[in-house]
């Protein structure tokens, strides 16, 4: 059940942002979605889709406060008059940033335990709705999280790394929110002490050892980017999803496998964009 949503959420998000119309605005508060083709001296010519061989319909430039585009600009209409012509003033809302951004992580939370990361992500296509990351993540030596009553000396560690696709349904803005999915493989070691009981002696024989850990799984997370200058930014993001491999294998070659698991992420990131 929370596969197939989670799977429709993010198929009607790409739908959102293939599909989405510019936005015409009236005066009255009214609006209407096509696709503006030109913007005259007196008035607005547009198509309610986008097929080239589709109607064309026409508005009063006088009647219209703003035109929101699909690439997040917008463009507002007013009275004053320049040259003879009614001046148009455009607010620029999706941002020309750099396609490139490479975030510091020095704080991330995981279910392994906390740790710090670095990653580069990619804007795709030119109107900045789609973006692939590549995080690269290892939790902090000695702070694994399955360690509960013996101090974990021997420094347990997982390295992590997880591509991912990010979709923003607003694109490139100073304040803007992506969500997508991310698969994860993590590899590592962890201190493991156990007792065995012994039926000579009636007590416990202490059992210490390093396992090798492996992970595998897939989050959903969501991400809210502030784009301080054009070129640094600070994000934070939060992720949930499921470990479909958790396997721990031990130094007597025995390998414990455990089933299906939630498992989460948050990260604090510094970032720079080029």
Avoid: C
């Amino acid at each position: 059940m929370i596969k197939n949503s989670t799977l429709t959420f993010l198929l009607s998000l790409m739908f959102f942002a293939v599909h989405a119309q510019d936005i015409i605005v009236r005066k009255n508060g009214k609006t209407v979605e096509g696709k503006v083709t030109e913007v005259g001296v007196d008035r607005i010519t547009y198509k309610i889709n986008k097929e080239e061989s589709s109607a064309n319909f026409v508005i009063l430039k006088k009647d219209v406060l703003r035109i929101e585009f699909e690439n997040g600009q917008t463009v507002f209409m007013t009275d004053r008059i320049d040259g003879g012509r009614a001046r148009t003033v455009v607010e620029r809302e999706n941002e020309d940033f750099g396609a490139n951004l490479i975030n510091i992580s020095p704080f991330k939370a995981l279910d392994s335990g906390p740790g710090f990361g670095i990653s580069y992500e990619r804007i795709v296509d030119k109107k900045g709705y789609f973006g692939i990351i590549i995080p690269l993540t290892v939790t902090i030596p000695g702070t694994s999280t399955y360690i509960f009553d013996v101090s974990d000396n021997n420094g347990s560690y997982m390295f992590y790394f997880s591509p991912g696709l990010k979709i923003y349904p607003f694109g490139q803005r100073k304040v803007t929110y992506a969500v997508g999915p991310n698969f994860f493989f993590g590899k590592g070691e962890r201190w493991n002490n156990s007792s065995i009981y012994d039926p000579n002696t009636g007590g416990y024989i202490s059992n210490e050892q390093n396992t090798e850990w492996v992970r595998m799984g897939l989050l959903v997370n969501n991400y809210i980017n502030f784009q301080v200058t054009p070129k640094f930014q600070i994000s934070l993001n939060g992720g949930l999803g499921s470990r479909y491999v958790d396997r721990e294998k031990y130094q007597v070659s025995t390998t414990v496998i455990r089933g299906l698991q939630v498992t989460g992420e948050f990260s604090f990131s510094l970032g720079f964009r080029f």
